[in-house]
Structures are given as structure tokens and as C-alpha cells.
């Protein structure tokens, strides 16, 4: 009986035989197969031993970043600002500074907002529009025709700083139903002001275009005005600020100030050190460093576990147990966090180390510090940061970092048994097919010498009878 065998290709077991050739080959190619499966395995933990790497390099490139930022002689300077009014917010960026400020808000910013008459259709053909800004720009646009729908979309289609919406207003004596046209600019300030003709703009220059704002009916609901805030009032010194939005930028270095309603009492900006953002500065720095620290002890552990059914031990070892490199890094950061700067201990500023060789970050230490000695406190922080940032910059640089060129070495080995791989996957495949060769050779010279058997034994017997 033949069977097909589950390998790759088919094969009939032995008819003359009865050996079960398919299992023959099978059990052949398990042992042929060894090498590739150790190669394999390997692999494996190759490519678990890179991406490992990867991850703690990651690690510490994060590190190297924040120390980057902490190592600035000026990182501590972070600041926030309070208002003394709900009718200005204010906020900081980098540039900012210790101060106070007071200043009156005359007005807020707004945008222009106008209305035609009351009309059924914007013309009785496709009558030209034209758009003149604050500045005498003019964009003149044709309705598809004289409709106030294709008034609107032409107005709207201009991208001249105003927008059109058409709204119902009521109905003539006639029974004729009626709308304004709403014109609105896009942006606030008295340089977005605009004003909306019939005709063109040689027509508008020549003063003989329809002005649809200063008809009979049309009005200027809302002028362009810009935001105004005025500094020192009351003194001398007044000085009145404008914005054409509601935000003052640099109104001090690095300082913005929004208003949202105009405030006849002086509104006192105080910008102070956040003392909270200085805080996670030197914080994130240790929390970076712990995450590397924390990283490497898992992955160095070795795990035992017993068999319930054996009582058999067995032990697992992390996969970067033993090696230099990582363990050459972490001893190096954790050395270089620790290192005093200037005769000063990183403990002074609440950068602890403890028995273990982690770290811990003493939030009270820190503020006291930084409260009795800023500038102390910036050193210290500033050359810990520039110690840690040169060791994490030597470890995990793109192109020269330690782990990184690791990194690489293991890719070209992964590579290389990759292609040992496919190598043995070829020569394995030929061998199956030689040894199916062999054995379906063998069934042919056991079936011959079968036939030939048989016809020695006819013969014999015919001698036989013929005696």
C-alpha cells in the first residue's frame, strides 16, 4: 500500500519491500536537520539579544537628551506668570524672566462685521464685485450670475479676507422673499477692515462703484478695531500698546498676554521661577537614569524554576547577562551621576544614590537648595548633567556609541546565520531528494532480482516435471 509522506515532496513507500520509506526519510532528515536547528536557535537569541540592546539604547539616548537640556547653564530659569484679572491670561516661553508689570485694557480686538439691504438678487446679471481692504488692496471677483447664492460663493471664493453668509430678511410688499448678505472678516484688527462694491475695480478707482455698506439699510454692525492695552496709566510714562488680535506678544520677554475684556483697573503681570518645573528637571534626569538601571537588573536576573512533576531545577540567565558592554555602560552612568562637581555632592541638590545603585530624588533637598543657593544649585545640576549626557552620548551615539556599534556587530552575525540558514535549507532539500533517489532505486533492484527469482524458480520446476 503506498503512502504519501509529509515532507516537501512525495514519496511511495516500498512495494517490493515493505519498508516504510517515507518514515525512513523522515527519521534521517531529523538528524541531517540538526545543524540548521542549532543555527536557528542561535538566531533566536541573536535577534533577542539585539533587540535588547535597541530597547537599553533607547534608554539611554532618552537620558542623554534630558542631560542635554539639564547641562544648560540657564535650565533652572523656567517661569510662570500670574494675572491679577480673569480679563487677561498670560503665559511664558523660554525667554522669560523674573518680573512684575501693570497696564489697563482699553479695548479687545475685533473683526469687521457688515450687512447689506434687504434684496431678493445681488444684480440682474453677473455684475463684478469688488473687495477693497484696509490697505486699498482690491480683488474683484463675477458671480456666475446675478443670484445671491452665486454672490456668496464668489465673495467666499475671493480668499480676500472676507466671508459672506446669506440671511433672510423678511418679505417685500410684493410677496418677494428678502436677504441680507452678512460680510465678515476673516481675521480681527483694524488693518482687516474692508469695503464690498458693485462693479469693478477701474469702477471703484474711478469713484463710480455702489458701496453695498453705505447704502440705505446697510450698516457696519461691528468695526475692525485692534486691541489696545496701555502701560504706566495714569502717569507720564502712559504708553498705549495695540495688537490686531487679543494677544500681546512680548509684552515683557518672553511673556504673552491675552485680554478678553476691556478692564479700567490696572491688571499686575507677575512672572516668577516655577519652582515645580525646575523641580522635574533634575527629577526626570535620575527618573531616566533608574529606567536604565531598571531595565539592565531584569535583564541580567538569572531565574530559577522546579518542575512540579521531576523536582528538576533549571535555570535561566537574562538575555544580556555577561555582557561587557551594557554592564561597562551602566557602571559608567551611575559612576558619572554620582560624582561630586566642584567639591559638591549631587546629594546636596536631592540626587541620592543608594546602596543598591539606584537612585533617589529628595524633592525636599532640591527646593532647599535651589531656595538658599540658585546658582549652586544650577552648577551642581548643570555639570551632574554634563558628566551623564558625555556618558550617554559616548554609549549610544548613532554612529559611534558603544552599544550602538553592538548593535551592528550582532546584525551582521544575525545576517550571517541567516544565510547559513538558507544554505542548509538548499542542501537538505537535495538531500531529500537524493535519498528518495536511493531508496526508489532499491525497490527497482529488489523488484528485478523478485523477477528474476521467480523465473529461475519456473524453470526448475519445469526441469523437474520434464525428469
Not at 462693479?199 to 461691528?222: C, H, I, K, M
Amino acid at each position: 500500500m503506498s503512502s504519501v509522506s509529509s515532507a516537501s515532496s512525495l514519496a511511495i513507500d516500498g512495494l517490493v519491500s515493505g519498508l516504510k520509506t517515507t518514515d525512513l526519510i523522515n527519521s534521517l532528515m531529523t538528524i541531517e536537520q540538526v545543524p540548521q536547528t542549532l543555527l536557528k536557535n542561535k538566531l533566536t537569541d541573536t535577534n533577542s539579544f539585539i533587540s535588547s540592546l535597541q530597547t537599553i539604547n533607547g534608554l539611554v539616548q532618552t537620558l542623554a537628551s534630558k542631560a542635554t537640556d539639564a547641562a544648560k547653564l540657564t535650565s533652572l530659569d523656567v517661569f510662570t506668570a500670574k494675572s491679577s484679572s480673569t480679563a487677561a491670561t498670560v503665559s511664558t516661553r523660554d525667554s522669560a524672566a523674573a518680573g512684575s508689570l501693570s497696564f489697563t485694557i482699553g479695548a479687545t480686538a475685533t473683526a469687521q462685521v457688515g450687512v447689506t439691504a434687504a434684496m431678493s438678487t445681488w444684480a440682474s446679471d453677473a455684475e463684478p464685485i469688488t473687495i477693497v481692504g484696509a490697505g486699498g488692496k482690491q480683488t474683484s471677483v463675477t458671480p456666475a450670475s446675478g443670484s445671491l447664492d452665486d454672490a456668496v460663493s464668489a465673495i467666499n471664493g475671493a480668499a480676500a479676507g472676507v466671508t459672506a453668509t446669506k440671511v433672510a430678511a423678511g418679505t417685500a410688499t410684493d410677496g418677494t422673499q428678502l436677504f441680507r448678505l452678512q460680510l465678515t472678516a476673516t481675521k480681527t484688527g483694524a488693518a482687516s477692515a474692508f469695503q464690498v462694491y458693485r462693479g469693478t475695480g477701474d469702477q471703484v478707482t474711478a469713484g463710480t462703484a455702489t458701496n453695498v455698506l453705505t447704502q440705505t439699510g446697510a450698516a457696519v454692525v461691528t468695526a475692525a478695531k485692534d486691541a489696545s492695552v496701555t502701560l504706566w496709566a495714569g502717569t507720564d510714562a502712559a504708553q498705549t500698546v495695540t495688537s490686531a488680535t487679543n494677544t500681546f506678544t512680548d509684552l515683557l520677554p518672553g511673556v504673552d498676554a491675552t485680554v478678553s475684556a476691556p478692564s479700567s483697573d490696572p491688571v499686575t503681570v507677575t512672572i516668577g521661577q516655577d519652582t515645580s518645573k525646575a523641580q522635574g528637571v533634575a527629577s526626570g534626569l535620575v527618573d531616566a537614569l533608574n529606567a536604565i538601571t531598571a531595565y539592565y537588573g531584569t535583564n541580567t536576573a538569572v531565574t530559577s524554576t522546579t518542575s512540579p512533576t521531576t523536582g528538576t531545577t533549571s535555570t535561566t540567565a537574562g538575555v544580556l547577562t555577561g555582557d561587557a558592554t551594557t554592564r561597562d555602560v551602566v557602571q559608567r552612568l551611575t559612576s558619572t551621576m554620582s560624582t561630586p562637581v566642584n567639591g559638591k555632592s549631587p546629594s546636596s541638590i536631592g540626587i541620592v544614590i543608594t546602596k543598591d545603585g539606584d537612585f533617589t530624588f529628595d524633592a525636599a533637598a532640591f527646593q532647599k537648595a535651589l531656595a538658599d543657593d540658585p546658582d549652586g544649585t544650577q552648577a551642581v545640576l548643570s555639570g551632574v548633567a554634563t558628566n551623564v549626557g558625555a556618558a550617554a552620548t559616548a554609549a549610544s551615539d548613532k554612529y559611534t556609541g558603544s552599544i550602538t556599534t553592538s548593535i551592528t556587530g550582532q546584525q551582521s552575525v544575525a545576517t550571517d546565520l541567516s544565510a547559513q540558514i538558507d544554505s542548509w535549507t538548499d542542501r537538505l532539500t537535495q538531500r531529500r531528494a537524493t535519498l528518495q533517489a536511493q531508496y526508489a532505486a532499491l525497490e527497482t533492484s529488489l523488484s528485478n532480482l523478485q523477477s528474476q527469482s521467480s523465473f529461475i524458480a519456473s524453470h526448475l520446476a519445469t526441469l523437474s516435471s520434464s525428469s
